[in-house]
């Protein structure tokens, strides 16, 4: 099946720093990914839709100048999370359609842990 | 607006018990419906899925019917093995969009 791979599994940063994490579609084109976060014990709650050679979209209450996403090309978009602070701790998951298209099944990436110290 | 409401855990169960994991739905039109797994440090999976009413998605086991008329997509397992602790995940689709429930913890015991 499809694979969506995300870069860096793993990441602890000090409040105040950036960090930027990738997802890569490995087999397929997606000129829309999507990027959520799970907090510890809940559900993934939407953050952004990423729109390939266009600004995203962002959710109610997800601050766009904080969480910075680009789809730079057909298999990759990439979140930034600005000025880091101890609540942007959190599992940062991106997904894509399959096939190119909204109505195909979403495959998730393996996530993102972010620890900010 | 839409929303996915799944039952509350933790759930523990002992081997080969029976698994029911309740899930409604609201939604304006015809979503497709999804059961997606997420093992102990792993990235969601998809468990399984139907994509219109009466549909039965099916996989390792689990099964859930798409009800239409209560809107629900309940999970359920007749006989759950030690493997099968994780949480679940009860989603609808619309437009690309994917709505997810709050996640049932699921821990069977030997």
């Known amino acids: 099946g499809a694979v969506v791979s995300q870069h860096p599994s793993r990441v602890i940063c000090k409040s105040g720093t950036s960090v930027k994490i990738e997802c890569r579609s490995l087999d397929f084109q997606a000129t829309t990914m999507f990027w959520y976060r799970q907090f510890p014990k809940k559900s993934l709650m939407l953050m952004a839709t990423s729109n390939e050679g266009s600004k995203a979209t962002y959710e109610q209450g997800v601050e766009k100048d904080k969480f910075l996403i680009n789809h730079a090309s057909l298999t990759l978009s990439t979140l930034t999370v600005t000025s880091a602070h101890p609540e942007d701790s959190s599992f940062y998951i991106c997904s894509a359609p399959a096939g190119g298209s909204l109505s195909y099944e979403q495959y998730f990436g393996p996530g993102t842990r972010l620890t900010v110290t | 607006g839409n929303s996915v409401t799944q039952m509350e855990g933790p759930v523990t169960l002992s081997e080969e018990a029976f698994l029911t994991i309740n899930c409604t739905y609201t939604a304006t039109g015809y979503p497709s419906l999804f059961w997606y797994v997420q093992y102990p440090g792993e990235g969601l999976q998809l468990l399984l899925k139907a994509t219109k009413a009466d549909d039965k998605g099916s996989n390792k086991g689990f099964e859930a019917t798409y009800r239409k008329e209560t809107t629900s997509f309940h999970l359920e397992k007749g006989s759950v093995q030690v493997s099968d602790s994780a949480v679940y995940f009860c989603?609808?689709?619309?437009?690309?969009?994917?709505?997810f429930g709050s996640g049932t913890q699921l821990t069977v015991l030997p």
């Open positions: 989603a609808h689709q619309a437009l690309g969009q994917l709505t």
